[in-house]
């Protein structure tokens, strides 16, 4: 048995969630929070027998999007909100998609 663990925009979460169900996944749903822009995240775990991960990261992959967004590049700075900072030009940055991990799961129970 193999453990999912799926981090994804929150714009992805419903739907990658209801595709995974439909599909026979069960999924635990919990809400992160990424460093990156501080953006919302949720984070997915799903246990899945070795014969239907494939499958599982198909899903994930499919339906967790990417996306561009502007933002403004004081976000990263340590100063970010100072008064009287120079206004500067927003950059493009690359969100969405999904960060999976796949474990090895010794034990399972369902109690």
Not at 26 to 36: N, Q
Not at 52 to 62: C, N, V
Not at 64 to 78: E, I, L, M, N
């Amino acid at each position: 048995m193999k453990l999912i663990i799926a981090i994804v925009h929150d714009d992805d979460a419903a739907v990658l969630t209801e595709a995974l169900n439909r599909q026979g996944y069960g999924v635990t749903k919990m809400c992160s929070s990424g460093g990156f822009l501080r953006s919302g995240n949720t984070t997915l775990l799903c246990g899945v027998e070795e014969d239907r991960l494939e499958g599982a990261l198909e899903l994930i992959k499919s339906k967790s999007s990417g996306r561009k967004q502007y933002v403004d590049p004081a976000v990263f700075s340590p100063t970010a909100g100072a008064q009287g900072a120079t206004p500067t030009i927003p950059i493009e940055v690359s969100l969405g998609g999904a960060t999976v991990f796949v474990l090895d799961v010794d034990r399972f129970y369902k109690f």
